[in-house]
T-cell receptor, first 108, second 116 residues
Framework: DAKTTQPTSMDCAEGRAANLPCNHSTISGNEYVYWYRQIHSQGPQYIIHGLKNNETNEMASLIITEDRKSSTLILPHATLRDTAVYYCIAHNDYKLSFGAGTTVTVRA | NAGVMQNPRHLVRRRGQEARLRCSPMKGHSHVYWYRQLPEEGLKFMVYLQKENIIDESGMPKERFSAEFPKEGPSILRIQQVVRGDSAAYFC??????????????FGPGTRLTVL
């Protein structure tokens, strides 16, 4: 898996969009970008994934740069329940490699 | 559609005892993965199984740990003669398929093992 770099932590105001960056400058052509989150030691929750194109689902949007060296996860309207550790993973096989992630704190 | 089920959610064992952790994958999923999360650390891959086959156990300690996914029933992660260092959260994930391309893994709630 390509190494990913994420900020250690970030705060976000409730109701505002949360933009979570991820750098994966060594990503290879067949590696997908996956995002998971872990809320207070619960099991990791799948959020979204993409290869080249931007993706959107009911939880979030994923913006991948044209050179695929970085991406941004967007939570459009953050709520207190979005407080969690967010993991960005670049991989193309079954072994997910979880780094330290970004601890996101949503404040009222 | 029920998600990945794990039980027990919490397990306390004394040093030297055996721990058995069970995982029922999502309906229609035939691929199971086990991960371990030590305190204050990220999840680490342990083993990947399909029905009746261990595909990759490269992340699992060579001694005391074993895993199976029988034709019928849940996947079992077994830890023999537990030591305090085995205290961790053990997560199971499942996917409908796996291969050269990725397939989304869905995680269970985990089993928190405490070794006294």
């Amino acid at each position: 898996d390509a190494k990913t770099t994420q900020p250690t932590s970030m705060d976000c105001a409730e109701g505002r969009a949360a933009n979570l960056p991820c750098n994966h400058s060594t990503i290879s052509g067949n590696e997908y970008v996956y995002w998971y989150r872990q809320i207070h030691s619960q099991g990791p929750q799948y959020i979204i994934h993409g290869l080249k194109n931007n993706e959107t689902n009911e939880m979030a949007s994923l913006i991948i740069t044209e050179d695929r060296k970085s991406s941004t996860l967007i939570l459009p309207h953050a709520t207190l329940r979005d407080t969690a550790v967010y993991y960005c993973i670049a991989h193309n096989d079954y072994k997910l490699s979880f780094g330290a992630g970004t601890t996101v704190t949503v404040r009222a | 559609n029920a998600g990945v089920m794990q039980n027990p959610r919490h397990l306390v064992r004394r040093r030297g005892q055996e721990a058995r952790l069970r995982c029922s994958p999502m309906k229609g999923h035939s691929h199971v993965y086990w991960y371990r999360q030590l305190p204050e650390e990220g999840l680490k891959f342990m083993v990947y199984l399909q029905k009746e086959n261990i595909i990759d156990e490269s992340g699992m300690p060579k001694e005391r740990f074993s895993a199976e996914f029988p034709k019928e029933g849940p996947s079992i992660l077994r830890i023999q003669q537990v030591v305090r260092g085995d205290s961790a959260a053990y997560f199971c994930a499942s996917s409908p398929r796996a291969g050269p391309s990725t397939d989304t893994q869905y995680f269970g709630p985990g089993t928190r093992l405490t070794v006294l």
